[in-house]
């Protein structure tokens, strides 16, 4: 017996390839990364003359480089905390208005922390007259111990982007009719800490319907802790909306438009009203895009239960037109020094047409053809959305460590709605036309409740503790029409039920050069699915999910973790849900009720150099992974259709190296590179599946200072060939230029781009099963030309008081995705 048979995979040479375009990269750094310890660096802001300064930009800096890792602001004593990796090299910047830029020197910071010098601000007539000019630069890129942070306010690539576009451009992330993270399906989507109940064609037309200006931070988070709940096998993906921090009335207006073979354009405004004790806000956006997909099917399908052997050919053109408005208004109120209410409520409304021109040629089995007909297919979809959130934060103390109650409320409702009108005409040989026509509703509504309790313990560590419970309903229907007399066959009515109560316990503290995080999470989960005519399934079980991870600083340049958790994915509405979507005259999608979830165990090992440069070691193996696999329909019309089915097994193995590097003053490279490799088991329709195949994601993101006051980005990504289950992708990339300029005292921006300029992102992909094959091409229209303009009025100057009163924004996003 080879040894070979004892490993979840064995290894070829075929990875080697992809490794070679990054070998002259690999030279320039040792790769590392990883998590570190925690420090805090304390002090305090002073005039020349001894006084305070309140609410003053801090600012804390790598060493190295002088790149910016946080800011934060001193209260009204003019006391700062920041939060850095133990054993790392920084400096510290403070700046405010009227004063000159003053700098700390630069310093190590130790596992106890560190009391800083104070720093003295000098008064300046230049800046009291013309404000401060702030030279550090906030990467646009972030790699922190347990997650990558894109920050997409700042790249000229967002402007006139959808949150689905800036999403596909991340580090690690690939988008399809899935979203996926380092090679990986299965992941928890939240929007400013609320859980997104959607997955597939569901979740990336919501993306597509949100704009990219809306968005301020994504959030990549391959291994959460306990906090968070346990739903998402590949980790956690979080978007973060804008929110303005400026004292006053404030607001900005935005307005983008973008050509490629058709128009997209973007518009939208943001206004809010805040005080030292209240805030008011508000954000609007319009959207009108226009899109198209040129897509080519070979089929071939084997003779099967009386059916003979054929093949096909399917050439067609959708076009798509996009309408959407999507807006948020909210309140913040101080109720105490160190009590924060927060309430908020959001909407998108999204309204998608399509008009579907295809032509398909049947063959027999000896290769002549036996029928050709055209199908135009129109279909209209509306989306509206809306949900509403109440939160309250109290801290125990004024200390940035003291214990801490959160809660928050979530209410959320998505509706869908779609209406389908297909008409087939035969051209050989002549038969009667066909009409199918459709009306389907959905109603899903979401509801959670979360309560988390967070308190110091001795000897620098931290117990956070917390329950939740959400609940999930959909309804949903749908009525057929075959040339006007209805189709019982294809119409009928689904309802779907999923509740889960979670209660969590975390410890996390250090010693030493050492940390330690442990928790475990308990989530009760009871599903309910009723399809008509055959009653109702239902499925009950309790789970717990332990999470883990150790950091130590081995030296002053070099840190190692390691983490592991266990993880979840249910199958969610649309997944269970078997009524069809009808896609073309030849495809459509159904759910299948007899999904299972899938449970995975996820490793990961990390070292970092220099707090700079990482390599990440991850594994992990799934039970009964969920796939989307297409499949001849069983009532021999010889159409397919797209469903989810569970396989045996998934292992998965990757190697991530990062490296944030600065060739010059004016170019900052952000390179990042994941070598993984998976392997999938499981049997479907007689085709017994062992497969697996090396693959690899490059990125490189560089920004540049320009003469005359511009700033550029170029953006390259690359995705191997890979495989998912059956389905076997081709490889792909894209270039994205940008360009971008600040004037009129920074309150105008001009942002020009060009996406996908080499005309890369062709999906191919061929899936290959006993008695049926399919290989397809789907080109879009994504190379685009925008420019964009956003101009900024009001206050300028940041409510820092808030921040620190009530107690961190950030705290409450994170707290809401627990």
Not at 532 to 552: D, K
Not at 613 to 624: D, E, I, N, P, V
Not at 743 to 762: G, I
Not at 783 to 793: E, G, K, M, P
Request: charged share 20%; aromatic share 10%; with cysteine.
């Amino acid at each position: 017996m080879r040894f070979s048979t004892f490993l979840p995979f064995r290894w070829r040479v075929g990875p080697f390839w992809c490794i070679a375009p990054w070998a002259g990269l690999l030279l320039l750094a040792p790769w590392a990364g990883a998590a570190q310890a925690q420090a805090v660096a304390r002090g305090t802001v002073l005039t020349g003359a001894g006084g305070a300064v309140p609410f003053a930009t801090i600012a804390l800096h790598r060493a190295a480089d002088s790149v910016v890792v946080k800011t934060e602001f001193s209260d009204e004593r003019g006391v700062f905390l920041l939060e850095g990796q133990a054993g790392g090299r920084y400096l510290v910047s403070a700046s405010q208005v009227g004063y000159r830029r003053v700098w700390s020197a630069a310093f190590s910071l130790p596992p106890d922390g560190l009391v800083l010098p104070a720093l003295l601000l000098q008064a300046s007539e230049a800046t009291a007259l013309a404000g401060v000019t702030v030279q550090a630069r906030q990467p646009l890129f972030e790699h922190h111990p347990d997650r990558t942070v894109v920050h997409v306010a700042d790249s000229p690539l967002s402007a006139g982007a959808t949150a689905l576009d800036v999403l596909g451009r991340s580090p690690g992330v690939v988008v399809n009719e899935a979203i996926a993270l380092r090679g990986r399906q299965g992941l928890l989507l939240l929007v400013d800490g609320k859980r997104l109940p959607l997955a597939g064609v569901d979740l990336t037309e919501y993306l597509r319907a949100l704009p990219a200006e809306q968005l301020q931070t994504i959030e990549l988070i391959t291994n959460p802790p306990a906090q968070y709940d346990a739903q998402g096998g590949a980790g956690v993906i979080a978007l973060t909306l804008k929110k303005d921090l400026r004292l006053g009335t404030n607001g900005t207006a935005n307005a983008s438009y973008g050509r490629g073979e058709y128009g997209k354009l973007t518009s939208g405004f943001t206004l809010n009203h805040r005080s030292q004790n209240v805030n008011f806000y508000g954000s609007y956006s319009y959207t009108n895009r226009n899109d198209f997909a040129r897509q080519e099917f070979y089929r071939q399908y084997e003779a099967l239960a009386g059916l003979p052997a054929a093949s096909s050919d399917v050439l067609g053109k959708r076009m798509l037109y996009l309408r959407s408005h999507s807006a948020k208004v909210g309140a913040d109120f101080n109720l105490t020094p160190r009590t924060l209410l927060g309430m908020a409520l959001t909407g998108l409304l999204s309204r998608t047409t399509t008009a579907n021109d295809t032509q398909t040629r049947l063959y027999d089995e000896g290769g002549t053809p036996a029928l050709w007909y055209r199908s135009l297919v129109a279909q209209e979809i509306k989306r509206p959305n809306g949900s509403a959130n109440l939160n309250l934060r109290h801290a125990f103390a004024d200390s940035a460590s003291a214990a801490s109650l959160t809660a928050d409320a979530d209410y959320a409702q998505y509706r869908t709605t779609r209406a389908l009108d297909l008409r087939t005409s035969f051209l050989e040989p002549t038969l009667a036309p066909a009409l199918l026509t459709g009306e389907q509703r959905s109603d899903l509504t979401i509801g959670a409740l979360k309560l988390d309790y967070s308190r110091p313990l001795p000897h620098r560590s931290r117990l956070d503790l917390g329950g939740k419970s959400t609940r999930v309903t959909s309804a949903s229907a749908v009525a057929f029409l075959e040339n006007g007399v209805f189709a019982p066959s294809i119409s009928s009515a689904f309802d779907y039920y999923e509740n889960v109560n979670a209660a969590y316990a975390s410890v996390r503290g250090g010693r030493g050069k050492a940390s330690l995080q442990a928790g475990l999470r308990a989530e009760q989960t009871t599903i309910r699915a009723t399809l008509a005519g055959e009653g109702m399934r239902e499925r009950r079980y309790l789970q717990l999910f332990p999470t883990a991870s150790v950091q130590v600083q081995l030296a002053a340049q070099h840190a190692l973790a390691l983490a592991a958790g266990r993880r979840i994915d249910r199958p969610n509405y649309a997944q269970l849900n078997p009524l069809r979507a009808y896609v073309d005259a030849v495809s459509y999608r159904s759910g299948n009720p007899y999904l299972l979830a899938q449970t995975s165990y996820n490793v990961d090992l990390t070292h970092t150099y220099r707090q700079k440069f990482s390599t990440a070691l991850s594994y992990a193996h799934t039970r009964q992974p969920i796939v989307t696999v297409v499949q001849p329909a069983p009532d021999g019309s010889r159409q397919v259709v797209s469903r989810e089915v569970n396989l045996t097994s998934q292992d998965y193995l990757a190697l991530t190296l990062t490296a944030p590097v600065e060739p010059t003053k004016w170019w900052t490279l952000y390179a990042n590179a994941i070598f993984y490799v998976s392997r999938f088991r499981g049997e479907l329709a007689r085709t017994l599946l062992d497969r697996q195949q090396p693959a690899c994601q490059l990125t490189a993101n560089n920004t540049f200072s320009l003469p005359h006051g511009w700033s550029g980005e170029l953006n390259g990504a690359f995705q191997s060939g890979e495989i998912w289950g059956f389905e076997r992708a081709r490889s792909r990339g894209q270039l994205l230029l940008g360009l971008q300029r600040s004037f009129w005292d920074k309150q105008a921006t001009l942002r020009l781009n060009v996406s996908d300029v080499l005309y890369t992102s062709v999906l191919r992909s061929t899936s290959v099963y006993t008695s049926f094959s399919e290989s397809f091409v789907t080109r879009q229209d994504t190379r685009v030309a925008t420019a964009a303009f956003t101009y900024r009025f009001g206050n300028g100057k940041v409510a820092a008081a808030r921040k620190r009163a009530a107690g961190a924004e950030d705290e409450l996003r994170r707290a809401a995705g627990q």
